[in-house]
């Protein structure tokens, strides 16, 4: 091989080196793009049909105040696969009441994307057995939603401690759908059932009203002395000043950040109502995954999916 004949020879390969180096490196690049784009848990998501003939409301409920009129699984999938989201707790829409069937069709039909909390009559003389047969369906907990009602007199019926008691021993959560001013009431019964893994919903609502006030902040933060109670970081268009990117609201997250940890922390939009009156899908994802940076890396992994995915999918 003449001089001129190596020194072309090395060049080229050394170019092909480099080429196959930047390809190497583009397509690393690629794929922690797209694993960080990916794979996360949206925690609360509410799906109904027009199809009222199938699946119709409860008696004495008014589907027709409630906007959109559809919001089904494959509108969901619209808003947030683009996210990264690819799995979903469902929540039994309220004017189904005690039928869960539409929620447990959507399971059916999308068995690895989702898993449910459903409702119950607490109430009801079968209650723990209406509860254990919904488990076998895919239902991970229960919703108790006494944010309309005084806290003490909700939860005064024996039916919930019930509820708590087989909560207990099937693992599966109680989802609470409260105002700040049940709090009290909320860590005494986690008292009362230590074994019982709770979730509270949108921060138990702190800073619906506008204002995020310090006593009602101290009082959720006070209820991670009990090693199953979670919260959702969630409904963020319903909370503090409303408005995209809601980084007003990064000192309560960080707040309760510091209380629970992120493995008690869990991410959720309260879909499809993030979605609607000018509110994106978006922006609710981005305010923990871009926006929050006081959270590490293993943080945001932990709140938008791992949190999720060992209390639910688990």
């Known amino acids: 091989m003449t001089q001129s004949t190596r020194r072309d020879f090395l060049v080229q390969s050394s170019a092909a080196s480099v080429a196959a180096l930047v390809s190497q490196s583009s397509s690393a690049l690629l794929a922690a793009d797209s694993q960080k784009m990916s794979g996360y848990i949206d925690a609360h998501v509410h799906v109904w049909t027009p ?12 589907k ?4 959109p009129d559809s919001f089904t699984p494959e509108e969901l999938f619209a808003h947030c696969k ?6 979903v707790v469902l929540i039994q829409m309220s004017f189904y009441k005690y039928d869960n069937s539409y929620m447990l069709d959507a399971m059916q039909r999308f068995p690895d994307a989702f898993r449910g909390v459903g409702i119950v009559d607490p109430t009801a003389a079968d209650v723990a057995a209406q509860m254990t047969s919904l488990a076998k369906q895919g239902v991970r907990g229960f919703r108790l939603a006494g944010w309309k009602d005084d806290p003490e007199k909700y939860f005064a019926h024996p039916g919930f401690a019930t509820m ?4 207990a021993e099937q693992n599966l959560n109680m989802g609470l759908l409260i105002n700040p001013d049940a709090l009290p009431t909320i860590d005494r019964m986690c008292e009362q059932y230590p074994d019982t893994p709770v979730v509270i919903d949108h921060f138990a609502r702190v800073g619906i009203t506008g204002e995020i006030k310090e006593a009602e902040l101290a009082n959720l ?6 090693k199953k109670t979670h919260v959702k970081s969630s409904a963020f268009y319903a909370l503090g ?10 000192p309560m997250i960080k707040r309760v950040y510091e209380a629970f940890g992120p493995d008690r922390l869990m991410w959720a939009s309260d879909g499809p109502f993030q979605v609607v009156q000018g509110h994106e899908y978006r922006p609710s994802v981005e305010l923990i995954e871009k926006h929050a940076d006081f959270l590490s890396a293993d943080d945001r992994r932990k709140i938008l999916r791992d949190t999720a995915a060992r209390v639910y999918f688990g």
Do not use: I, S
């Open 221 to 226: 933060c006070r209820l991670a002395r009990h």
């Open 164 to 167: 708590w008691r087989v909560g």
């Open 241 to 250: 000043k409303k408005q995209a990117p809601y980084t007003d609201l990064l």
């Open 51 to 62: 199809d009222e003939k199938k699946f119709p409301v409860a008696t004495g409920m008014n």
């Open 64 to 67: 027709a105040a409630v906007k």
């Open 82 to 87: 683009p996210c990264g989201v690819d799995r």
